[in-house]
């Protein structure tokens, strides 16, 4: 199958054509939000090559995690598209509910925790993981907006891989204290352990220990 070709990103490209780029970016990504799991190795090639030359035409590939999704959020934000995947995944929580979840998690306190096992789950996380939730903000828009977009894409396997290497993982302490991934963790809690278990999420999202000082 032939790449599609794009036009390089520089100032001269008009708005218009970088709301194009923008929409087939966000169906693309949707599409492997809602199939990845059941596109067979070809197809999945094909879509991710899409995917890149797409990214390399709006000047965002090779970033990664926070760096990418910031880039992308200030792009729609300079063109004045609202930022928001099509697809939803399956039996995932409205926007109301997910809003009224997350401040539930933000005001919760700490209560006793049990230790740490060496390789913790993603569902883990989101059972006795804490930091300070007040401090985790959103990027070019509200918080409940920015990591309610966060969220389905980390729910699929393909678009979580994509937008976070693998070096960058979710860390906790040997207290349970969130050291890296402070937005994600905040959406796995938000999901609850029932979400991630039947999506299958602690396949894919990695989450380490880092010993105390």
Same mark, same amino acid.
């Given at each position: 199958?032939?790449?599609?070709?794009?036009?390089?990103?520089?100032?001269?490209?008009?708005?218009?054509?970088?709301?194009?780029?923008?929409?087939?970016?966000?169906?693309?990504? +949707?599409?492997?939000?809602? $199939? #990845?799991?059941?596109?067979?190795?070809?197809?999945? #090639?094909?879509?991710?090559?899409?995917?890149?030359?797409?990214?390399?035409?709006?000047?965002?590939?090779?970033?990664?995690?926070?760096?990418?999704?910031?880039?992308?959020?200030?792009?729609?934000?300079?063109?004045?598209?609202?930022?928001?995947?099509? =697809?939803?995944?399956?039996?995932?929580?409205? $926007?109301?509910?997910?809003?009224? $979840?997350?401040?539930?998690?933000?005001?919760?306190?700490?209560?006793?925790?049990?230790?740490?096992?060496?390789?913790?789950? =993603?569902?883990?996380?989101?059972?006795?993981?804490?930091?300070?939730?007040? #401090?985790?903000?959103?990027?070019?828009?509200?918080?409940?907006?920015?990591?309610?977009?966060?969220?389905?894409?980390?729910?699929?396997?393909? +678009?979580?891989?994509?937008?976070?290497?693998?070096?960058?993982?979710?860390?906790?302490?040997?207290?349970?204290?969130?050291?890296?991934?402070?937005?994600?963790?905040?959406?796995? $809690?938000?999901?609850?352990?029932?979400?991630?278990?039947?999506? #299958?999420?602690?396949?894919?999202?990695?989450?380490?220990?880092?010993?105390?000082?």
């Amino acid at each position: 199958m032939e790449s599609m070709r794009y036009e390089s990103h520089d100032s001269s490209r008009s708005v218009e054509r970088t709301r194009e780029y923008l929409a087939e970016l966000d169906e693309l990504l +949707a599409e492997l939000i809602e $199939k #990845g799991g059941d596109l067979n190795p070809q197809t999945k #090639g094909n879509l991710r090559a899409r995917i890149d030359n797409l990214l390399q035409a709006l000047g965002l590939y090779g970033k990664k995690g926070e760096e990418y999704l910031e880039a992308l959020h200030d792009l729609h934000r300079q063109v004045n598209v609202e930022y928001e995947y099509e =697809a939803t995944p399956p039996n995932y929580p409205t $926007k109301e509910e997910f809003g009224m $979840k997350m401040t539930e998690v933000i005001n919760a306190e700490v209560g006793d925790l049990p230790g740490v096992p060496p390789f913790p789950k =993603a569902r883990d996380v989101a059972e006795y993981a804490h930091c300070e939730w007040r #401090g985790v903000g959103g990027r070019y828009t509200n918080t409940v907006d920015y990591l309610y977009e966060m969220g389905k894409l980390m729910t699929s396997r393909g +678009a979580y891989d994509m937008v976070f290497p693998e070096n960058d993982r979710v860390l906790v302490n040997e207290s349970w204290h969130v050291e890296n991934g402070r937005h994600r963790s905040l959406v796995l $809690k938000t999901l609850g352990t029932n979400y991630i278990n039947r999506r #299958g999420m602690n396949s894919w999202i990695i989450v380490g220990v880092e010993p105390s000082i």
